[in-house]
């Protein structure tokens, strides 16, 4: 543990805890008023590091009021609770957000400005807490702080993984991953040793009748595993209102299984158990979009399902209602099918514990869970093999044949004629071996399911649960498209120009209602509100030009125009795409004659995402990008026309550095397969526009801000299973533009050929089925027309301003407003004035 100095990381948190209990302030952290034993420690932190601490303490401080007054009030006022169940929530850091959300963060500057620290520096000390892989595990945390910032009694329920998402180094153009132990020094959390609970694995089934003649169900044996609750304080802004997020974490269980294993002498593998109960919250799954069905994995899921399961029956046990009443208390909204589980253990608990008539329990269930979809990708959707399921949860797997049984049923009455049907939508796939599909017991176990933007609510309609919206008829299936809180995505991580927007609109409020920002729209053609406008997008340029040369060494002009396309790295997002484009764009530069030269736009193409470790295809993009950027990087006749960038280990706090220097995003995916995406809308907010495909919110953002502020190309999603069959059964071809980098790559411009020859065999060989070559000829005249754009700033600043200020219904607070009325059921809480209205920085 050395960054500290302490010996141990024990031996730091104690030291911190000292000073807590000690009855000084955290602040005496920073001034040096702490106990002696201490003060020794303290002075081997490095200092700014010490700073963080005092600060992130001195905020802790104030958020455990507020947290502890919050749940009183919920307790006491006992309304209906929504609990969202999610496998990931990529928080990013905390510190700056807690500062604005309870409004003192210029108190925070001043005072740490006094004591000589910056509070940029101070800031920067925190690990970000990346508990997600992309999308959907941000999406969870703009959720968390717009139900805070809305008042709604929440609660978030995930893991406490000891290694969140990869960090990522590049080494010689290729992707290396290294272990994010984040847990060294993390003020917010609060480990719970009082709220345990055991879970149970594996064993047996015993089924028996009793002497009242009644059936009774009992799990036997097998292993013990404790859950033990760390919670993180989730603070809303411009409101006293602090939620829970509480976070599991594995361990060996205390049961009488261990002792028996002590007492005889086995102490092997009593320590073996006590490694493999670790393992369960050890780490974070670095996959985005991809399940590979690793039995370590449904262990997470059910060990995260089980404990939360059983704190949300706890607390409602303790109001003395009846069972009839648990859906007016209780919503628990499932994101993504990682916890369809919890739909199980509930109808376990239920009938086997509290021994309610099947049909009463499974009438309990569906009306509490809601299911979210967050892909139709094939590759993406859960399934678990039987036999698995047998041995890990063999009570479970009975209650899912129950499940399938009665549903079946249910469908073979209404549908005697399609025999098909029946297998089509079994929950149990007759494969070899059989499957358990996830998605299909989340749909059949929940009372909503929603897709996230309008087209993928549409496509999961009419495509992969088809008969499902027979069987149950449309009302069932709904859209909340995706959003994103303002408060991180605007206000932390562009406060210029959020103090710029609010100047003009007399203050904060758009913070809280998006709409407001219509009102910019006046401001369209006033001279000097432009000029600001594109000071702060010059000034954000520059920051990230200095983020550039100090990460990669490579020096960028902040007057090009930056061109960004960053997210996890997956075909079907298609970087490739882009790359393949920066390619013709390196070789028209070469071919022009010096004086045509000058005419060219300068450009900084700026790539940055994470390759799930075991995707070689996403790696091979990875090696391509950097390889392209090593050779044109140092191209004199190129000089400044053309930069490619990888950005190392992206994640939430470099994002914040990133969104607000972009003039153009690139959102490029093969048009039905991206669910939403959430980036193109960060982008759109801080005033860049977005080259994409009429694909996820794409479609909406540009009904929204207007067809003339996007640049919209490539094939229509209705259009590409048809491409899709012509590469197979039609004539195959490569678009000429295409081929001509593919010739440059195969010459071996880019170093060894052989190491890209999978992704052209893709495209060139294999079916193309992410339709490069379709989609190439529009996406570079799309291109040259952005280049074009450009050049007349007094233009492209008009549509930046535009498109921000028609960016209203993308928050997330217009999200969960949505889910509370359609989906959950829930109220705000009232929280009394003087709470509410906080200042506001
Ligand atoms: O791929 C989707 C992405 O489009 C969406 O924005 C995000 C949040 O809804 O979810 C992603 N899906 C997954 O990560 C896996 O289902």
Redesign the pocket.
């Known amino acids: 543990f050395s960054p500290s100095g302490f010996k141990t990381k024990d031996e730091f948190e104690a030291c911190i805890t000292d000073v807590g209990n000690s009855g000084l302030r955290a602040e005496d952290l920073i001034t040096g008023r702490m106990r002696p034993a201490c003060r020794d420690h303290i002075g081997k932190i490095p200092i700014q590091l010490a700073a963080y601490s005092g600060t992130a303490l001195a905020f802790r401080d104030r958020l455990i009021i507020d947290w502890n007054k919050t749940q009183q009030r919920q307790t006491f006022d006992d309304q209906k609770r929504i609990y969202y169940l999610s496998l990931e929530f990529l928080m990013g850091r905390t510190l700056d957000n807690a500062m604005l959300n309870v409004g003192l963060k210029k108190v925070a500057k001043e005072g740490l400005d006094d004591l000589g620290f910056r509070i940029e520096d101070v800031i920067n000390q925190e690990h970000d807490a990346a508990l997600g892989?992309?999308?959907?595990g941000r999406?969870a945390a703009c959720f968390l702080d717009s139900l805070a910032s809305l008042n709604y009694p929440a609660w978030g329920y995930g893991l406490r993984y000891r290694y969140g998402i990869f960090k990522q180094d590049i080494e010689n153009g290729y992707q290396v991953e290294i272990p994010d132990y984040w847990l060294d020094f993390n003020p917010w959390e609060f480990a719970r040793h009082d709220v345990t609970v055991d879970v149970q694995f594996y064993g047996w089934v015993n089924k028996h009748t009793d002497d009242d003649g009644k059936q009774v169900v009992s799990w036997q044996d097998g292993e013990l595993v404790t859950a033990v609750a760390y919670d993180v304080p989730i603070p809303g802004y411009g409101t006293s209102t602090v939620n829970n997020l509480r976070l599991w974490s594995s361990k060996a269980s205390s049961g009488e299984f261990d002792f028996s294993k002590f007492n005889s002498g086995d102490y092997e593998s009593a320590v073996a158990d006590q490694q493999r109960a670790e393992t369960i919250s050890a780490v974070l799954y670095p996959n985005?979009?991809l399940e590979r069905g690793k039995e370590l994995r449904l262990k997470q899921q059910y060990f995260w399902c089980a404990a939360s399961l059983h704190d949300i029956v706890r607390r409602f046990k303790k109001t003395q209602r009846k069972w009839s009443e648990f859906p007016d208390q209780v919503a628990i909204q499932l994101n993504?099918t990682h916890p369809t589980l919890a739909i199980v253990e509930l109808q376990r608990i239920l009938i086997d514990k509290e021994g309610l008539e099947w049909d009463v329990a499974w009438g309990i269930v569906t009306k509490t869970f809601g299911y979210t979809n967050?892909?139709v990708l094939p590759e993406?959707l859960e399934k678990w093999s039987v036999p698995l399921f047998q041995n890990l949860l063999p009570r479970h797997l009975q209650i899912i044949y129950d499940i399938n049984l009665f549903f079946l049923q249910g469908v073979e009455r209404r549908f005697p004629k399609d025999r098909e049907m029946l297998g089509r939508v079994s929950i149990i796939e007759e494969s070899q071996p059989k499957m358990v599909r996830m998605a299909y017991l989340a749909i059949v176990g929940s009372h909503k399911v929603n897709g996230?933007a309008e087209l993928h609510s549409d496509l999961i309609k009419t495509t992969i649960f088809k008969d499902f919206v027979k069987i149950y008829g449309p009302d069932k299936f709904t859209n909340v498209t995706?959003g994103i809180t303002p408060r991180r995505w605007l206000h932390q991580a562009n406060p210029r120009l959020s103090e710029l927007i609010a100047s003009k609109l007399g203050g904060y409020d758009f913070l809280k209602d998006l709409t407001l920002l219509n009102k910019l729209e006046p401001f369209v053609d006033d001279k000097d509100f432009k000029k600001e406008w594109a000071e702060i997008k010059y000034a954000n340029k520059v920051r990230l030009a200095q983020h550039i040369l100090k990460t990669t060494g490579v020096s960028v002009n902040p007057k090009a125009l930056f061109d960004v396309q960053v997210k996890r790295i997956h075909e079907y997002k298609r970087q490739q795409l882009n790359i393949f484009g920066v390619i013709r764009r390196y070789l028209t530069i070469k071919a022009l004659k010096p004086e045509e030269r000058k005419k060219v736009l300068p450009r900084v193409s700026i790539f940055g995402g994470k390759a799930a470790p075991g995707y070689w295809m996403a790696k091979t993009i990875i090696h391509l990008i950097n390889k392209v950027g090593e050779v044109v990087n140092n191209d004199p006749d190129v000089g400044d026309l053309l930069k490619v960038i990888f950005i190392e280990d992206y994640n939430v706090s470099k994002a914040e550095i990133i969104t607000p220097a972009s003039d153009i995003s690139e959102h490029i995916s093969t048009a039905g397969t991206?669910?939403?995406?959430?980036s193109n809308m960060k982008f759109v907010l801080n005033g860049g526009l977005i080259i994409g495909t009429l694909d996820?919110a794409n479609i909406e953002i540009t009904r929204e801000i207007g067809e003339q502020n996007v640049f919209l190309f490539g094939n229509l999603s209705e259009d590409v299973e048809d491409l899709r069959h012509n590469h197979f059964y039609g004539e195959s071809h490569v678009d000429p533009e295409l081929a001509k980098v593919f010739d440059t790559i195969k010459a071996g411009t880019f170093g060894d050929e052989g190491a890209f020859s999978a992704l052209i065999a893709a495209i060139a060989e294999h079916g193309d089925y992410y339709l490069v070559s379709d989609d190439f000829h529009s996406y570079c005249s799309t291109q040259d027309l952005i280049d074009e754009s450009y050049k007349n700033q007094d233009e492209w600043l008009s549509k930046s301003i535009l498109s921000v200020a028609r960016m209203g219904f993308f928050t997330s607070d217009r999200c969960i407003n949505e889910y509370a009325d359609s989906i959950w059921n829930i109220e705000p809480l009232q929280v009394k004035d003087e709470d509410e209205v906080r200042a506001r920085t």
């Not at 892989?133 to 959907?136: M, Q």
């Not at 991206?674 to 959430?678: F, I, L, P, W």
């Open positions: 892989n992309g999308g959907l999406l985005d979009n993504d967050h892909t993406a996230v995706n991206e669910a939403s995406g959430t996820g």
